[in-house]
């Protein structure tokens, strides 16, 4: 794995890179993810070899108060001013970085959970020549459930400071997905129904922290943004889009998938597959059926980059080769 560092205003933006090719050469595509809340990109390095093994270069980065930028921004901290525009503006200086540096690459964008939404937000304001969307565990809540949870954060950000941790909005959060699976094992049992995964997560120090009143009003004030339509009419309405997720993640329930999919058509985007799983919970790659959404997964990513006419790239290709 090769590490960079990239410069978005005064923050440093850590993105990893692997790749089980010789340096700089691409065989079929890239895959970027977005990691969700309260976890980081190196999470995904099982993930990262599978998609290596099927031909694919991968990166993803830190969000900013996570993983390695917890050390420069506290953990889960986005920033005092303009959080949401900030991390989805690092979002943007990541993909022209990958962009710039493999220009004939098909490019393909994953977010997951916290991730899909930046990804959202990215692709509202951006249009870079992709071959697909995922938005994985993600959600289409409704906008007086979101307005409520942005007057609570706000609340709070001024009864306890914007770096303050709110135990009131851990109660309805976090603490409300967990309740649909009792009796609890853990406080994260609602992540997968694998015990070994929850465990993993509950031993990982850079997982599972507490985020800070302002990321949440951060997060629940990108979320309105994004679920206007007007917004989503902006996305590129030709931009193959996969949605994926468990069919018992709490995230979503109910029917939150669902209805982002008749979100984005509505909008008009044109190619929406949604992909769910029974008893699946909010972390398909760790769940009990992990090996089965991978294949499901490279599937939709292999037709998806295959299909394009303007990335015409196909497993006799010549190899794609960093510029």
């Known amino acids: 794995m090769k590490i960079y560092t990239l410069k978005s205003d005064d923050h440093n933006i850590p993105l990893y890179c692997w790749n089980n090719l010789p340096e700089s050469v691409v065989r079929k595509g890239i895959v970027h993810i977005s990691h969700g809340m309260a976890e980081y990109g190196q999470r995904y390095h099982s993930f990262a070899t599978e998609l290596n093994q099927a031909g694919y270069l991968v990166f993803a980065h830190d969000h900013r108060g996570h993983g390695a930028c917890i050390e420069q921004d506290g953990a889960g901290y986005f920033a005092g001013q303009r959080g949401w525009h900030k991390v989805v503006d690092d979002l943007a200086t990541v993909v022209e970085f990958i962009q710039k540096k493999f220009p004939s690459a098909p490019l393909v964008l994953m977010g997951h959970s916290m991730g899909s939404y930046i990804l959202q937000g990215y692709l509202i304001h951006h249009t870079p020549r992709l071959a697909g969307a995922i938005l994985s565990g993600s959600n289409y809540a409704p906008r007086l459930l ?133 008893d699946g919970r909010h972390e398909m790659l760790n769940e009990t059926n992990s090996q089965q959404v991978i294949k499901r997964l490279l599937q939709w990513i292999n037709q998806t980059v295959m299909s394009q006419e303007y990335y015409p790239v196909n497993n006799s290709a010549p190899e794609l080769t960093e510029s």
């Open 146 to 278: 979101l307005e409520v949870g942005l007057l609570v954060t706000k609340l709070e950000c001024l009864r306890q400071g914007k770096k303050g941790i709110s135990p009131l909005i851990k109660q309805l959060t976090f603490s409300s997905y967990n309740r649909r699976f009792k009796p609890n094992r853990t406080e994260f049992d609602w992540l997968s129904r694998d015990p070994q995964a929850v465990d993993d997560y509950i031993s990982d120090e850079l997982c599972g922290f507490s985020c800070s009143n302002q990321l949440w009003h951060d997060l629940f004030k990108g979320l309105l943004h994004i679920g206007a339509n007007q917004h989503l009419k902006q996305i590129e309405s030709k931009l193959p889009f996969l949605v994926m997720g468990g069919e018992k993640d709490p995230v979503s329930v109910p029917l939150g998938q669902q209805k982002l999919t008749k979100a984005l058509r509505k909008a008009g985007v044109r190619n929406v597959t949604l992909s769910l799983y029974p």
